[in-house]
């Protein structure tokens, strides 16, 4: 998708309303994908506004009505991969990492919100802000084994904390949730319905006491429905406990329940590879004592992903730039995974470390 013709300064509108600064991702054509342009304009208001005692809330959101950010500029990791252009790689993953860790750690509150599709890239700047708000239309996911990735930008850090066994399930699948089931799986904390969107932002800007967003937003928040996730745990929890994606697969299949068996049709479909190092990442994140930890190890994993490694080139390639959706992963099969592939991943050892 094109920017019509939005320039690099225009992809992120940075401006201050009283003592609310704003943020909105601005390539709606593209579902506000996100690209390096962006990401340095981000961090560099960030730079602004972060001695600036006139700015006391940031309110991060995406033009458009189609959603705060359906993730990363695939095409353009694509085309870095088959280049094999790493450098270039590792410099946009270093940059987007740090904007990554730089949200959950600002000292001004960030409120942000998740108004219809937030999915990989976009779950890196929603997932780790304070305040994390979405709508009725909203459509969280991690849905990188999709094209033969592993979640990052800190997906691993939020799936490792879901209830039960949400983490793997949401992680190998790419499932999407709607409001209920993102708060329901901890990757929101508040549903502001969509109405209630510019009331509530004006609301942040104007207010004449120094409350700060933590009460403002209650008084905007709505209960959820009930969490489908929620209903499913059951199944989701004793399929998705086993060792291997091997096993997993085997307990689905023993099911019962209709979506279990459509679980296990999606699960052999996806790329062997990158099903297996998703779900070791997750579970090695389980001990891991800050969502710094998780980026360096997704750090790792997406440069070995993006250097050594064909389903990620394929995957893109067939659900993005020829959308024949009809990959052609390397191994095809899970018995043809060799046992030490998952161990590769992890000592992995990228040229430039994530954190200098």
């Known amino acids: 998708m094109g920017d019509g013709g939005i320039t690099a300064e225009d992809k992120v509108v940075v401006r201050a309303e009283g003592s609310l600064g704003r943020l909105t991702l601005n390539r709606p054509k593209a579902i506000n994908a996100l690209d390096l342009d962006m990401i340095r304009a981000l961090s560099a208001a960030l730079d602004g506004w972060e001695r600036d005692r006139d700015i006391d809330t940031i309110v991060l959101d995406g033009a458009g009505d189609r959603g705060l950010c359906a993730g990363g500029d695939v095409r353009g990791l694509y085309e870095r991969t088959v280049g094999g252009d790493a450098e270039a790689s590792a410099l946009f993953f270093r940059e987007e990492y740090a904007l990554n860790?730089?949200?959950?750690?600002?000292?001004?509150?960030?409120?942000?919100?998740?108004?219809?599709?937030?999915?990989?890239?976009?779950?890196?700047?929603?997932?780790?802000?304070?305040?994390?708000?979405?709508?009725e239309r909203s459509k969280l996911a991690m849905p990188e084994t999709r094209i033969g990735f592993t979640p990052?930008?800190?997906?691993?850090?939020?799936?490792?904390?879901?209830?039960?066994?949400?983490?793997?399930?949401?992680?190998?699948?790419g499932a999407v949730m709607d409001a209920a089931d993102a708060v329901y799986a901890g990757f929101a904390d508040h549903l502001v319905p969509t109405g209630s969107l510019e009331g509530f932002v004006d609301a942040l800007a104007t207010r004449a006491d120094p409350s700060g967003p933590a009460e403002l937003v209650l008084l905007f928040d709505e209960t959820p429905d009930p969490s489908r996730l929620a209903t499913a745990r059951a199944?989701?929890?004793?399929?998705?406990?086993?060792?291997?994606?091997?096993?997993?697969?085997?307990?689905?299949?023993?099911?019962?329940?209709?979506?279990?068996?459509?679980?296990?049709?999606?699960?052999?479909?996806?790329?062997?590879?990158?099903l297996s190092v998703t779900l070791e990442a997750i579970r090695r994140v389980r001990g891991l004592p800050s969502l710094r930890d998780a980026l360096a190890q997704e750090y790792g994993l997406v440069m070995w992903f993006a250097t050594t490694q064909p389903d990620l080139a394929e995957g893109i390639r067939a659900q993005v730039v020829d959308k024949d959706r009809s990959p052609r992963w390397q191994p095809a099969s899970l018995a043809e995974l060799s046992p030490d592939a998952t161990a590769s991943a992890f000592s992995f050892a990228p040229t430039v470390p994530l954190w200098s």
Do not use: N
């Not at 279990?260 to 479909?269: F, G, K, R, V």
């Open 101 to 135: 860790a730089r949200i959950s750690e600002y000292p001004t509150p960030i409120v942000a919100i998740a108004d219809g599709i937030t999915m990989g890239g976009g779950i890196g700047l929603a997932g780790h802000a304070p305040f994390r708000v979405v709508t």
């Open 152 to 173: 990052d930008v800190g997906g691993t850090w939020l799936l490792s904390r879901a209830p039960g066994r949400l983490g793997e399930y949401l992680g190998l699948t």
């Open 235 to 274: 199944w989701i929890d004793d399929a998705f406990a086993a060792d291997t994606v091997a096993e997993i697969i085997e307990r689905l299949r023993a099911s019962a329940e209709p979506e279990a068996q459509a679980t296990a049709d999606l699960l052999e479909e996806l790329s062997p590879t990158g």
